[in-house]
């Protein structure tokens, strides 16, 4: 199996855009929240962190909205029959989607990096800190973590989706979109307990490190980020994620080459 660049050029390009516009949209929301708070005070008084809080609140909302748009790019590019003119595998076609969609992704974080650290120190910097000191190891350890857990959710978008598409032909024509909506909310509850389920059976085989590494990915470990005997714990959570994301990515290929394109070239 191998990436082609032109085409990871080709579905990179449109992801690009949407991360310039998310972004545009949300230093637009700062200025209008300044603009908001001059009207409401008559004047502009911003503390130490103030801006860099307002941009990372937004930040988050669009961090949010880039994800769903994110995978909903990916699954329609990736399910086009368009792309059929090029001599890929669908195990090619989803890897490169999900490549061009972690580019993304990546490309959207160190942009607000390199916006919201000078802005966190605007006015003095006092007022803007954070607990979290980490050395270089910690935070690639972090990012492969937050990487992992990205691919998982989109991974697990296209599989709910297409499992969704394979079952829907047998249901009644008559309200197919009420139905649908049924489906497609039952698998995700099916689908989240099976790998839930997947996740407690490996953690007996893997003892009590895993079980750590899984709490502390979900976030159930505390508000204070103690790396000390977690290492084990993370990348083995982090390993299990990449497990499951190539089940669902084999799985996803087989349903849109065996029953979803299958089904629609007979319809």
């Known amino acids: 199996m191998k990436i082609q660049f032109a085409y990871l050029r080709a579905l990179l390009s449109p992801r690009l855009r949407t991360v310039h516009l998310l972004f545009g949209l949300q230093a637009l929301a700062v200025l209008v929240t300044l603009g908001a708070e001059v009207l409401h005070l008559g004047h502009l008084r911003l503390h130490p962190g103030d801006l860099a809080g307002f941009g990372l609140s937004y930040a988050v909302l669009a961090g949010i909205v880039l994800f769903v748009l994110l995978a909903r790019t990916t699954e329609r590019e990736w399910t086009a029959n368009l792309w059929r003119l090029v001599p890929l595998g669908d195990g090619t076609r989803f890897v490169t989607a999900q490549l061009a969609t972690v580019l993304a992704a990546t490309y959207f974080v160190l942009v607000q990096i390199i916006w919201l650290v000078p802005a966190a120190h605007f ?20 990012a492969f973590i937050a990487l992992s857990a990205l691919v998982w959710g989109w991974c697990f978008v296209s ?50 490190t895993m079980i750590a590494g899984l709490n502390f990915v979900l976030g159930g470990s505390g508000n204070t980020l103690n790396f000390s005997g977690h290492w084990s714990a993370l990348w083995a959570a982090a390993a299990y994620l990449w497990v499951l994301n190539l089940l669902m990515g084999a799985a996803s290929a087989w349903l849109l080459a065996h029953r979803v394109e299958t089904t629609e070239n007979l319809a």
Do not use: C
């Open 159 to 208: 599989l709910v989706h297409l499992a969704g598409l394979a079952l829907g032909t047998y249901l009644p024509t008559t309200q197919e979109q009420f139905w649908r909506g049924f489906l497609y909310i039952g698998l995700f509850f099916l689908l989240g307990t099976t790998l839930d389920k997947l996740g407690d059976l490996l953690a007996l085989v893997l003892g009590p």
């Open 123 to 142: 006015g003095g910097g006092a007022g803007f800190s954070t607990n979290l000191h980490a050395s270089g190891p910690v935070m690639v350890t972090l």
